[in-house]
């Protein structure tokens, strides 16, 4: 029969009474279940109105921020025509219902873009994926609402015929819109906006409509005895199962969204898979013969079992890490199978994406450089009992508190500093490592719980190990900030008194005091400033000393002499006691000072007269030529200064990025590496120290030489990010790249 309007076949075969109300009845439906789906539209104009206002107020940029005004713009022009085609859509669907497919959610998974996508353009890609999103995780969400209603309106539509109808399938509710949406003229990043909204407000609120719809189908009649009854299906079994998980009895919503949303990740995964399927020739052949069964959950978990325990597995102590190619080991064992049953028996095609997609995040793993080789390897023999997981719960891909997740984002992040060893049993982290590996492997037999319980055990551990090295990690700091500070506190005093004795010729006595007493007080002085602040006091009092000491002849410097030297020696005797300084003699070392100034004092006048003339014997020749040459080879250091600068500004920034907990990768002439943690950076002495996991000291470098280092490609940052989420979004950015490449 042809899908002609349910309405018109009542009205063509001249029912009864009865058909004259179904007649009605769906009219009324029909307007009801319009309205409800017009009236979601209007609010999700209103939503994104306000959401691109939003946007537009917290834009990087003039451009950004015009460009989403245009696209508000544009969106308010064309918002009553969108509604109209919509409506328009809508309509149509009830008077001739497209086909579709026996409800299925498995099926329903199959079907997504399978070989259906279009490769125009990379935008269509992005459309396209985004739009079988939304539809995928409304058949998820509104399973049982949505067979019933189909069941229903089947039964209107085509009583005779065993094909499935329903002008609400969400499908066609997202067709309508995508469709209405054709002409809007704004650029792919804010389309996509738009898409999500629409789930948001409509897709996402579907239930409501599907149950008055039922409800109203009931009253009208329509198999109202009807019971929505969870097929056998692999699906359903999967469902169940998952959901049965102790490790999911906590609220039943939160149970359903992380689901869908894990459905959702992996429909979009799906997609991009289906893509390139044929390019890179994977996919499991089923039988010639038209008689396949395919596997359900539980008997394909059996046969990774048993892959697992045939495959020949290398110690865990190996250092080759290796993807186990699942894919063509289950083919030959479902081959022995056919052969000994005479069954045609093969895998659905969802299983086989799974399997694709579990062995390209291992693929990820064994290729992140992130990751040191020995703690790789281990990580590496998961790959069968993570895609075991992956079958029962898809909630894996999306939900970041899945015990599996945990516990490979655990492992990996406390990998990221283990530095390869000799004797690798000997180190605890590994050998926890180690121990974790070896459990999931001998007892996991489908029960999540383990993964919770083994997280838990690494977590108090690693609780553990982190508080003992973050002591160690603390005094380590504490220690080589007192070293560095007390290094550039000596460079300074040293600097300062240098620099004041060049310029002039004092006694003995007093620049062994200065030398060897009061720089022992400035140096104190320094390292306290902070909390006594009497740096400045200290200079100031080596300053009136050499003033103090040097010829004066106007009458005015000399009374200041008198009014300064009582308090002068008084200010230095109370410093050097402080220091101890030459305390068996030091009135005597005071009495010394005190003859040295008052001497300078009586000589200053002939001081003044003996040193004028020297200063005045130099001729401008006699320095003219030193100078130029002294211009001349400044002017070719700062020359390479600039060019050396320029090479290593952009490191410099890199490095200047670097926070402290961040860890780095350094390689070494000879060949080896070893990895550190930035404990602190100190910048008063231009300074980084670096750790190991234990929280010592490992290197010391300055920002140009770490600079530098980079520069040669010595050192590398690593990343920090979670070992699942970089995975999962290098998959699917390799995926969209190939399938643009096959466009």
């Not at 009236?39 to 950004?64: H, K, T, V």
């Not at 992996?266 to 010639?288: C, D, H, K, M, Y």
Request: charged letters at 25%; one cysteine or more.
């Amino acid at each position: 029969m042809n899908n002609q309007s349910g309405i018109s076949y009542i009205k063509d075969h001249k029912m009864s009474g009865l058909a004259h109300t179904i007649h009605k009845d769906m009219k009324t439906i029909q307007t009801d279940a319009i309205s409800s789906l017009m009236e979601l539209l209007q609010s999700m104009f209103d939503g994104i109105d306000d959401s691109f206002f939003e946007l537009a107020n917290g834009a990087r940029n003039n451009n950004e921020q015009n460009r989403f005004f245009e696209a508000m713009r544009e969106i308010r022009i064309q918002r009553k025509g969108i509604e109209n085609h919509f409506h328009l859509a809508l309509s149509n669907f009830f008077k001739s219902p497209p086909r579709l497919k026996q409800f299925n959610t498995e099926d329903s998974l199959d079907e997504i873009n399978a070989d259906t996508l279009s490769l125009v353009q990379e935008d269509t890609l992005e459309e396209d994926v985004a739009t079988n999103t939304m539809i995928t995780k409304a058949r998820a969400n509104f399973q049982g609402q949505l067979l019933q209603i189909q069941t229903r309106m089947s039964s209107i539509y085509a009583p005779d015929s065993n094909e499935p109808l329903n002008p609400l399938d969400p499908e066609h509710i997202c067709g309508a819109f995508t469709q209405a949406c054709i002409n809007l003229e704004i650029n792919i990043r804010e389309k996509l906006i738009v898409y999500k909204q629409f789930d948001r407000f409509v897709m996402s609120n579907l239930g409501d409509v599907y149950e008055r719809t039922n409800k109203q189908l009931i009253d009208a009649g329509i198999l109202p005895n009807l019971k929505h009854q969870s097929k056998k299906s692999r699906a359903t079994a999967r469902s169940s199962s998952s959901s049965s998980s102790p490790i999911d009895s906590g609220s039943h919503s939160e149970n359903l969204e992380n689901t869908a949303n894990g459905i959702e990740i992996f429909s979009q995964i799906q997609s991009l898979l289906a893509n390139v399927r044929q390019q890179t020739g994977s996919g499991f052949s089923a039988p010639a013969n038209g008689n396949v069964q395919f596997i359900a959950d539980n008997d394909l978990v059996s046969m990774l079992s048993t892959l697992q325990e045939q495959i020949p597995q290398q110690t865990l102590d190996d250092t080759t890490p290796t993807i186990i190619n699942i894919r063509d080991a289950l083919s030959a064992l479902l081959e022995q199978k056919n052969k000994a049953s005479g069954e045609s028996s093969a895998l659905n095609q969802v299983d086989e994406d799974l399997i694709n997609l579990v062995s390209m995040l291992f693929e990820f793993i064994l290729e992140d450089y992130n990751l040191s080789a020995p703690i790789q390897v281990l990580i590496s023999r998961l790959q069968i009992p993570i895609l075991k997981v992956v079958i029962k719960d898809k909630s894996f891909f999306a939900k970041n508190s899945h015990p599996a997740r945990k516990l490979l984002n655990a492992l990996a992040k406390a990998g990221i500093g283990w530095n390869d060893a000799s004797e690798k049993q000997k180190d605890k982290l590994y050998e926890q490592i180690h121990n974790i590996v070896h459990t999931v492997l001998d007892e996991f037999n489908g029960d999540i719980n383990i993964f919770e319980t083994l997280y838990q055990q690494f977590s108090s551990f690693i609780e553990k190990e982190d508080h003992k090295a973050k002591i160690v990690e603390q005094r380590t700091k504490e220690s080589e900030e007192g070293r560095i500070k007390s290094n550039k506190a000596q460079q300074t005093v040293e600097e300062i008194i240098k620099s004041k004795l060049a310029s002039i010729d004092i006694p003995s006595t007093a620049k062994e005091t200065i030398q060897n007493g009061w720089s022992r007080v400035m140096f104190l002085a320094y390292l306290k400033d902070d909390k006594e602040h009497r740096w400045q006091q200290t200079t100031d009092t080596l300053e009136q000393l050499i003033w103090c000491l040097k010829p004066h002849t106007e009458e005015k410097a000399r009374q200041r002499w008198v009014r300064t030297v009582p308090s002068l020696l008084k200010e230095m005797k109370s410093g050097l006691q402080e220091v101890s300084y030459n305390s068996a003699r030091l009135d005597q070392t005071m009495a010394e000072m005190k003859k040295a100034l008052t001497d300078a004092f009586k000589q200053q006048s002939l001081s003044a007269a003996a040193k004028s003339e020297p200063e005045n014997i130099h001729t401008p020749t006699a320095e003219a030529e030193p100078e130029a040459t002294s211009i001349i080879e400044k002017t070719a250091i700062q020359k390479q200064k600039e060019i050396e600068e320029a090479a290593i500004s952009e490191h410099l920034v890199k490095v200047d990025a670097i926070e402290a907990g961040n860890w780095i990768e350094f390689s070494l002439v000879n060949g080896s590496k070893f990895r550190c943690k930035l404990s602190t950076k100190i910048d008063d002495a231009d300074c980084l120290i670096f750790v190991n996991r234990m929280g010592l000291k490992v290197v010391e470098k300055t920002r140009r030489e770490l600079a530098h280092e980079m520069r040669r490609g010595r050192v590398k940052v690593l990343e920090q990010g979670l070992l699942v989420d970089r995975a999962m979004n290098s998959v699917m950015g390799n995926l969209r790249k190939m399938s643009g490449a096959t466009a």
